[in-house]
């Protein structure tokens, strides 16, 4: 049968110092690649130079929903019409709305 003696001819080192060189090169796998401030985008083009629409992400949490890319495609959406859809497409950032109007109202 094989050898009791502990040792073996593939394993080149110990427990401990195994863990550390495993850890060691998971560390230096996660270096950054690329510039992180650059944003994407989204685009619907052609046929020929048409562009039909544009979308630069204004961050990294900025992203053209998926049915209004759809949609400018002429294709039918993926996604159900939900009334958090129709509420995230109509908040543009601005005060709109009833409390809007009366916040102006007492300034």
């Known amino acids: 049968m094989g050898s009791t003696s502990g040792s ?11 863990t550390m060189k495993s850890i060691w090169r998971g560390i230096k796998s996660m270096q950054v690649q690329g510039n992180v401030l650059q944003q994407g985008g989204a685009f619907v083009l052609g046929p020929g130079s048409a562009v039909h629409f544009a979308h630069n992400d204004a961050g990294p949490m900025d992203h053209a929903e998926i049915n209004t890319l759809l949609e400018a495609a002429n294709l039918p959406p993926f996604f159900p019409a939900s009334k ?23 300034e």
């Open 8 to 18: 073996s001819a593939h394993i080149k080192s110990g427990a401990f110092t195994g």
């Open 84 to 106: 958090h859809a129709k509420a995230a497409s109509s908040d543009d950032g601005a005060a709109s709305g009833p409390t809007a109007a009366s916040d102006a109202g007492a």
